[in-house]
């Protein structure tokens, strides 16, 4: 169940619609919700309220209304499902790509919000852990062909075996009170100016 303290802010210029929503979420025991009708200017208000989430629906939209709220999707970096009557593949697929969490076809009912809520926060964390292992595994692949590059010139330039390089850069990092890959970027900086 969804921490009913959090920050919502539901994006809906249909009154109607907007009040299925807000209603929902009221018997869920949200409590800290913000409606926005008017989407002009809508980052800068989205900025303002800083919502932990943001719920969008949007009926029947066109492709340009979409695609600011994908805009908002992809610069507020924040769990968001967006409602749509009817969709199609484009758009589906425009929706993933923008970072939304939940895209909803022809689901906007009262009593599905707040498992709509806690489905778009879950999936908007395991993505983001997802993306987070992403960039720690591209920092460490850099990070260890910098070192291997490093090495490479200590064994080519010293006569060094990789394990005696290897313990050079350890060494010197130690010494110095940094990261091996801080030392190793270094040489291979002196070595391309060198060259």
């Known amino acids: 169940m969804s921490d009913s303290k959090i920050n919502i802010a539901v994006i809906d210029e249909d009154p109607v619609r907007a009040a299925i929503l807000m209603d929902g979420l ?38 340009d209304t979409l695609e600011q709220m994908f805009q ?34 022809d689901g906007l009912k009262k009593e599905r919000v707040n498992q709509i809520v806690d489905l778009t926060i879950s999936r908007f964390n395991a993505f983001n852990r997802l993306q987070n292992e992403l ?34 850069l350890r060494k010197t990092a130690m010494n110095e009170k940094k990261r091996i890959v801080d030392i190793a970027n270094s040489l291979v900086t002196a070595d391309r100016i060198a060259s």
Request: hydrophobic share 45%.
């Open 26 to 63: 009221a018997e869920a025991g949200h409590v800290n919700v913000v409606h926005i009708d008017n989407v002009d200017n809508l980052l800068k208000k989205i900025f303002a309220i800083d919502p932990d989430v943001i719920l969008i629906d949007l009926e029947n939209p066109s492709r």
């Open 72 to 105: 908002v999707s992809r610069e507020v970096r924040r769990p968001t499902a967006v409602f749509v009557d009817e969709t199609d593949r484009a758009m589906t697929d425009a929706a993933i790509d923008a970072g939304v969490s939940a895209y909803i076809v």
């Open 135 to 168: 960039t720690e595994a591209k920092t460490a692949l850099s990070e260890r062909k910098i070192i291997e590059r490093a090495k490479g010139i200590l064994m080519r330039s010293r006569g060094m075996s990789e394990e005696e390089a290897y313990a050079a």
